[in-house]
């Protein structure tokens, strides 16, 4: 598979101290040394904003999606290549799951979670033929990761898509991974 862009998922605030900050900078950095183009959520505030800073700083393009309501309140970051607002957050997170060759969630709240979750269900109804990784900086996921097990060990998550969702330590992992991603068959239901 070939990785032009990839749509990030992440904190509209910073977290507590500034490793989480500094982390999303650097992944910015990486998208455009490795001239991959950043599809996100529009916002100056959290990491979102650091991500999106960081990939500009280093001379990356940056394709912001935020839907009218979110731009009218002012966080929008200003100096991104090019905006797409949309009518709401459903059509908005489809337009960034359409404009990028792979998803990947990096620290973040209930809304990260949302654009994850939507990201990797979708593989299993065949709506979604993109790879989608998690970038567990620090273990942070390691929580969710134990969740998805236990829905596969109770038997709501084949393990076809639970293998699907790969967890990296780094964006080199990722990139690895997405490049050789197989999309999977879509979910068969017992009759
Ligand atoms: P959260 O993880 O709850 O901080 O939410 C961040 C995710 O939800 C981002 O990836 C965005 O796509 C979306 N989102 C939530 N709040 C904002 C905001 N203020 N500006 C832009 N996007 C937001």
Redesign the pocket.
């Known amino acids: 598979m070939t990785i032009k862009r990839l749509a990030i998922?992440?904190?509209?605030?910073n977290g507590q101290g500034k490793d989480y900050l500094v982390q999303a900078e650097k992944v910015g950095e990486w998208l455009a040394a490795h001239q991959i183009e950043l599809v996100?959520?529009?916002?100056r505030?959290?990491l979102?904003g650091a991500v999106a800073r960081g990939t500009l700083a280093n001379g990356g393009i940056v394709h912001s999606v935020?839907t009218q309501e979110?731009y009218d309140r002012g966080?929008a970051l200003a100096g991104v290549t090019d905006r797409q607002i949309m009518p709401n957050m459903d059509r908005?997170k489809e337009m960034m799951m359409q404009m990028a060759d792979g998803m990947i969630a990096l620290p973040?709240?209930?809304?990260?979670?949302?654009?994850i979750s939507q990201a990797a269900s979708w593989v299993t109804v065949g709506d979604n033929a993109k790879p989608v990784a998690i970038y567990n900086y620090h273990g942070f996921y390691d929580e969710l990761k134990k969740q998805l097990v236990a829905m596969n060990q109770a038997g709501f998550l084949e393990d076809l898509y639970l293998n699907n969702i790969y967890f990296g330590n780094s964006m080199d992992d990722i990139l690895e991974f997405m490049k050789g991603y197989q999309v999977p068959h879509h979910r068969t239901y017992d009759k």
């Open positions: 998922y992440c904190g509209a605030l996100y959520g529009g916002g505030h959290g979102m935020l979110l966080v908005r973040g709240g209930l809304g990260t979670l949302e654009e």
